[in-house]
C-alpha cells in the first residue's frame, strides 16, 4: 500500500499507464486523505453529518485450493470518518491481483480483503462477497418524484449554489423524495465524465423543483471525486434551503467494474441497495 500522506492524485495511477498484475498485490493500493480531498473541494464537514461510501465491484475474481476460478460481486462500505479514501483505478487495479490466486474459501478472501482495505482507508470497512444471482435480485429503481420533466433553460455548467431555493408562496414543511437521472460531473485528474443518479430526501421548506435541477445540471464541468461531489451537495442544499432533515445518495455509474455510491444525511444512515439500469 502506498504511502496514506503522499494524498495528492496525481501521484497515483488515475490518468497514467499502468500494468495490469493479475497476482495479489495490495501495495497497488493509493490511500489519499480524506481531509485534504474536501479541502481542495471546499466541503466543510459537520460532526452532524452521517453516511458512507458503498463501492461494487462486479468484476471480482479469484483461483480456488484447486485452481478453478471464483466469481462474485464485491460490497465494500466506507464509514464517512474514515481517515484516507483511496484512488478508485488503485482499487481496480488491486482487485485485479486477485484473479489469478488462490484462497482456500471464501472466507480467506473475505478476510484479506477486509485487513487490506481496512488499512488503506484508515477506518474499518464492510466487505461482502455476493452470489451473481443475489446481486440480481437487488431492487431497479429509486422512490421519489423524477426532476428530468422539467422544463428550463440554463447556461450554468459549474458549480453554482445560489441557483438553490424554496419555492414561492408556499408555507409550511414538506417531506419530498427527489431524483435526477441528468447528473454529470468530471473527474478531476483525467477530466472524464462520471455519470449517475442523484437521490434526495428531505423534510423542511418546500425547495423549487427547477431550481434544484438547475443546481445539480451546474456540475456538469465540476471537476471532483465522486465522494465529495456527494457531499458539497448536500452542504449546498443545507445551507441555502433550511432543511431539518436531509439524505442525498449519489449512484455512480462503473468503471473499470466498480462504482463508487456515496450517501451523506443528517440521521444515521446506510446506504440501501439498490441497482439502477445504468449500474
Known amino acids: 500500500m502506498k504511502d496514506a500522506m503522499d494524498d495528492n492524485p496525481g501521484h497515483g495511477p488515475l490518468g497514467q499507464g499502468s500494468e495490469y498484475v493479475d497476482t495479489y498485490s495490495p501495495e497497488l493500493l493509493f490511500p489519499m486523505s480524506r481531509a485534504q480531498c474536501r479541502e481542495r473541494a471546499d466541503v466543510t464537514p459537520r460532526s452532524t453529518w452521517s453516511g458512507e461510501d458503498r463501492w461494487t465491484g462486479y468484476e471480482f475474481s479469484w483461483l480456488d485450493a484447486q485452481g478453478l476460478?471464483?466469481?462474485v460481486a464485491l460490497?465494500?462500505?466506507?464509514?464517512?470518518?474514515?481517515?484516507?479514501?483511496?484512488?478508485?483505478?488503485?482499487?481496480?487495479?488491486?482487485?485485479?491481483?486477485?484473479?489469478?490466486?488462490?484462497?482456500?474459501?471464501?472466507?480467506?478472501?473475505?478476510?484479506?480483503?477486509?485487513?487490506?482495505?481496512?488499512?488503506?482507508?484508515?477506518?474499518?470497512?464492510g466487505i461482502e462477497l455476493l452470489a451473481l444471482d443475489d446481486l440480481g435480485r437487488w431492487p431497479r429503481c429509486l422512490p421519489g418524484t423524477s426532476l428530468d420533466d422539467r422544463v428550463l433553460e440554463t447556461q450554468q455548467y459549474q458549480r453554482t449554489a445560489g441557483l438553490l431555493g424554496l419555492k414561492s408562496g408556499q408555507g409550511g414543511i414538506v417531506h419530498e423524495?427527489?431524483?435526477?437521472?441528468?447528473?454529470?460531473?468530471?473527474?478531476?485528474?483525467?477530466?472524464?465524465?462520471?455519470?449517475?443518479?442523484?437521490?434526495?430526501?428531505?423534510?423542511?421548506?418546500?425547495?423549487?423543483?427547477?431550481?434544484?435541477?438547475?443546481?445539480?445540471?451546474?456540475?456538469?464541468?465540476?471537476?471532483?471525486?465522486?465522494?465529495?461531489?456527494?457531499?458539497?451537495?448536500?452542504?449546498?442544499?443545507?445551507?441555502h434551503c433550511g432543511c431539518s432533515e436531509l439524505t442525498v445518495y449519489g449512484l455512480f455509474q462503473r468503471r473499470g467494474g466498480l462504482d463508487i455510491n456515496p450517501i451523506r444525511s443528517t440521521a444515521e444512515t446506510q446506504a440501501f441497495r439498490v441497482r439502477l439500469p445504468r449500474q
Open 75 to 125: 460490497i465494500c462500505t466506507v464509514p464517512v470518518t474514515s481517515t484516507s479514501v483511496v484512488e478508485s483505478k488503485s482499487f481496480k487495479l488491486y482487485l485485479n491481483g486477485f484473479a489469478q490466486t488462490r484462497y482456500a474459501s471464501h472466507e480467506a478472501v473475505r478476510e484479506t480483503l477486509t485487513e487490506d482495505l481496512s488499512r488503506a482507508f484508515g477506518a474499518p470497512v
Open 177 to 239: 423524495q427527489l431524483k435526477t437521472d441528468l447528473f454529470r460531473s468530471l473527474c478531476p485528474v483525467t477530466a472524464q465524465p462520471d455519470w449517475a443518479t442523484i437521490w434526495i430526501d428531505y423534510r423542511g421548506p418546500a425547495i423549487d423543483h427547477q431550481g434544484l435541477l438547475a443546481y445539480l445540471i451546474s456540475y456538469r464541468q465540476h471537476q471532483a471525486f465522486h465522494e465529495t461531489t456527494i457531499e458539497l451537495i448536500f452542504q449546498d442544499i443545507l445551507a
Open 69 to 71: 476460478p471464483r466469481v
